[in-house]
T-cell receptor
Framework: DAGVIQSPRHEVTEMGQEVTLRCKPI?????LFWYRQTMMRGLELLIY????????DSGMPEDRFSAKMPNASFSTLKIQPSEPRDSAVYFC?????????????FGPGTRLTVL | GNSVTQMEGPVTLSEEAFLTINCTYT??????LFWYVQYPGEGLQLLLK?????DKGSNKGFEATYRKETTSFHLEKGSVQVSDSAVYFC??????????????FGSGTQLTVLP
């Protein structure tokens, strides 16, 4: 299995532009998580999905952030408009539904720089 | 609510030194505990886990014991290598309605091992 795939790996954009980050979870995994990592705030959970349905979006910082999961193999995190303080590494992770306390598998991340 | 407190870094050690990274937690219910490792430029990978009190997780020479009485899950390794240089995250998970499989992470500890 290729693991969790994220694209792009690096994104540089200017303030005010729309940014779309993409994630393909591991096939068969029912849960998908979006995290943000910064030096100041560490690793923060933004939102997670179960069977393509958003379950908890309380970590989404503002209305400028939105996430979708149109099918089991694809999710997007969109920032519109982007701001310099959104600069961070964004990770996607997935985990299967079976059993308990399953490992979350992380993608390599997207490093976002907003100028 | 759930929280994880980790020893602040950075930690710098010489090769073959003994490593301890402290982790304590606060949780409702009975959490499972994890250590994740993040190598430079990569996503997080599960290093080890323990799902109940007194369990010992181990992997790649690293160990951690789930101590319910002290609410701790300290990471140890008897002899570190240069290749162990990474950021280490302590995390917990509780299964509860509406938040199944949601991980709570500590702030991470940067480890650098010098040859």
């Amino acid at each position: 299995d290729a693991g969790v795939i994220q694209s792009p790996r690096h994104e540089v954009t200017e303030m005010g532009q729309e940014v779309t980050l993409r994630c393909k979870p591991i096939s068969g995994h029912d849960y998908l998580f979006w995290y943000r990592q910064t030096m100041m705030r560490g690793l923060e959970l933004l939102i997670y999905f179960n069977n393509n349905v958003p379950i908890d979006d309380s970590g989404m910082p503002e209305d400028r952030f939105s996430a979708k999961m149109p099918n089991a193999s694809f999710s997007t995190l969109k920032i519109q408009p982007s701001e310099p303080r959104d600069s961070a590494v964004y990770f996607c992770a997935s985990t299967p539904a079976g059993g308990s306390y399953n490992e979350q598998f992380f993608g390599p991340g997207t490093r976002l720089t907003v100028l | 609510g759930n929280s994880v407190t980790q020893m602040e870094g950075p930690v710098t050690l010489s090769e073959e030194a003994f490593l301890t990274i402290n982790c304590t937690y606060t949780a409702t219910g009975y959490p499972s505990l994890f250590w994740y490792v993040q190598y430079p430029g990569e996503g997080l990978q599960l290093l080890l886990k323990a799902t109940k009190a007194d369990d010992k997780g181990s992997n790649k020479g690293f160990e951690a014991t789930y101590r319910k009485e002290t609410t701790s899950f300290h990471l140890e390794k008897g002899s570190v290598q240069v290749s162990d240089s990474a950021v280490y995250f302590c995390a917990l998970m509780t299964l509860s309605s509406g938040s199944a499989r949601q991980l709570t992470f500590g702030s991470g500890t940067q480890l650098t091992v010098l040859p």
